[in-house]
């Protein structure tokens, strides 16, 4: 098992890596907070795969348990689910030195971790993963929250987890799509850092990606980048966390121009990571080796290689709407080479529009 420190302003934890580690769960979360109740919150999906032994896992380590399982779903993450989640804690007399376990993906562990952070003003907070995407990003940074009318993430908060557990067996259950688009993320990491973590992902790229194939190394190196950038600009103030942001700006437009339902959102964040590659190439010039060293990845990883049939003019309008855009419009994180990030580069809408309608041309 892989411990990577998390030695956040607001909060010090370990994230956890292991394979088939579940059934310790228990005795991990209960040298981090003793006692207590837990209330876990899953899907129905994850409910029926992993509940049960997360419940016997916290039993056995003295924890109280109880658990709530909601339907599985994007829709789910809302305001009057979290007020449902609050009427549980409520009614299980949760207190502050209680912990909810976030058992899911990256909709469970926002969603509950958002109930989390405002129960109370704030009760402990365990974040399980279950999904490829959940265990390198979601879990990991302390973002919590709930989507607002046709705002996504519009209501939520910085909260920090006392303990990130990662079980990568649980990737074996994860629909084949699922797993793809986490890889995304993965990808993302691996174009920021351009050394060891790309060579990493390149083997990885070359073979069908299975879950056993995805090893705790890579996990606990893709949650470790993530965390240093995190430290330092945990609440999103200085931009240094923007970084993370690379890909997301098309991936974004993508995502709302296609009313998120087209493409799960790796799959629009493997486009927005191309349409990046093909900026840095124009605007911060990257060389073409690089370029295509990158694209070559994504191919690998099984993300799709062109947009389908959608104006390239949507998506440019909504690059403009973007949650992170300032008053001057979105400023693009692109790559001068593989490795170096640079931040806020204003791309011309032409540019832009280009770079859009290379992806429906490909
Ligand atoms: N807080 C952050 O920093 C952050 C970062 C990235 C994404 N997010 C959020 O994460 C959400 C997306 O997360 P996601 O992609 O994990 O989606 P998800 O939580 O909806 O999970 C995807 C699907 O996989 C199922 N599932 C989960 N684990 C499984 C397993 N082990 N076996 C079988 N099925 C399983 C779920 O039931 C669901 O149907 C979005 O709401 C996004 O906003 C948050
Ligand atoms: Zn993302």
Redesign the pocket.
């Known amino acids: 098992m892989r411990r990577v420190p998390a030695p956040l302003p607001s909060r010090a934890y370990d994230v956890l890596v292991g394979r088939g580690c579940l059934a310790g769960l228990g005795t991990a979360l209960m040298r981090r907070c003793p006692g207590g109740k837990t209330v876990v919150c899953c899907?129905?999906?994850?409910a029926a795969?992993?509940l049960e032994q997360v419940r016997s896992s916290l039993r056995a380590s003295g924890y109280e348990v109880s658990h709530i399982v909601i339907p599985?779903?994007?829709a789910q993450?809302d305001l009057a689910r979290a007020e449902e989640l609050y009427g549980v804690l409520y009614d299980r007399g949760l207190r502050r030195g209680d912990t909810v376990v976030a058992l899911?993906?990256?909709?469970?562990?926002?969603l509950a971790?958002f109930v989390a952070a405002t129960y109370q003003r704030g009760v402990r907070l365990a974040q399980v993963?279950?999904?490829?995407?959940?265990q390198v990003?979601?879990?990991?940074?302390?973002?919590?929250?709930v989507?607002f009318r046709a705002g996504?993430?519009y209501v939520g908060t910085f909260y920090q987890p006392w303990l990130v557990y990662i079980d990568l067996a649980?990737?074996?259950?994860?629909?084949v799509r699922?797993l793809h688009?986490?890889a995304a993320?993965v990808a993302k990491y691996a174009l920021l850092d351009g050394g060891e973590l790309l060579g990493r992902v390149e083997r990885l790229a070359r073979g069908r990606l299975v879950a056993a194939r995805v090893s705790e190394t890579l996990v606990a190196a893709c949650v470790a980048r993530k965390v240093a950038v995190v430290a330092g600009d945990e609440r999103e103030e200085t931009g240094a966390r923007a970084v993370l942001n690379l890909g997301h700006t098309v991936g974004h437009a993508v995502e709302a121009a296609t009313g998120f339902s087209r493409y799960?959102?790796?799959e629009a964040v493997g486009l927005g990571l191309r349409a990046s590659l093909w900026l840095s190439r124009r605007l911060c010039g990257m060389d073409a080796r690089d370029e295509a060293r990158g694209q070559a990845l994504l191919d690998g990883l099984g993300l799709p290689r062109r947009l389908e049939a959608v104006p390239a003019a949507a998506v440019c309008e909504l690059t403009h709407r973007d949650k992170k855009a300032g008053r001057d419009g979105v400023g693009y994180v692109l790559l001068d080479g593989l490795g170096s990030p640079r931040l806020n580069v204003r791309v011309p809408a032409e540019l832009e529009r280009e770079a859009v309608e290379w992806l429906l041309q490909r």
């Open positions: 899907d129905e999906n994850v795969l992993y599985a779903g994007e993450k899911g993906g990256g909709v469970i562990g926002d971790g993963p279950t999904t490829l995407l959940a990003d979601a879990a990991v940074g302390g973002k919590v929250a989507d996504k993430n649980t990737l074996e259950t994860l629909p699922e688009s986490g993320e799960a959102h790796g």
